[in-house]
Nanobody, 123 residues
């Protein structure tokens, strides 16, 4: 059974940085895409960034230049270093994965999810 465990969230001031990590286990991920989503209170879960095992990357426009998605393939760990954080980045951030087939930006397409990690950016 695939398991995803996020870490690295916390409280940071606007303009600060955090680095999220997601450790994946219980499967072989060479044919998978791994992604970050986020959900703020009262809002729908939204796509942040995705990366295939081969290195293909997709970002939402609002994170380009501030967030960088990457994979450590040896450790099956997904990363999301975040810089220039804004109060509107405050949300629970989720790691997700699915077989690399079809759209990568729709949360309903993803099979496995982590428990989420809270990111709070104060103004």
């Amino acid at each position: 059974q695939v398991q995803l465990v996020e870490s690295g969230g916390g409280l940071v001031q606007a303009g600060g940085s955090l680095r999220l990590a997601c450790a994946a286990s219980g499967g072989t991920f060479e044919n998978y895409v791994m992604a970050w989503f986020r959900q703020a209170p009262g809002k729908e879960r939204e796509f942040v960034a995705a990366i295939t095992w081969g290195g293909g990357i997709t970002y939402r426009d609002f994170v380009k230049g501030r967030f960088t998605i990457s994979i450590d393939r040896a450790k099956n760990t997904l990363f999301l270093p975040m810089s220039s954080l804004k109060p509107e980045d405050t949300a629970v951030y989720y790691c997700a994965t699915k077989v690399n087939r079809g759209p990568v930006t729709r949360p309903q397409e993803y099979t496995y999810w982590g428990q989420g990690t809270q990111v709070t950016v104060s103004s």
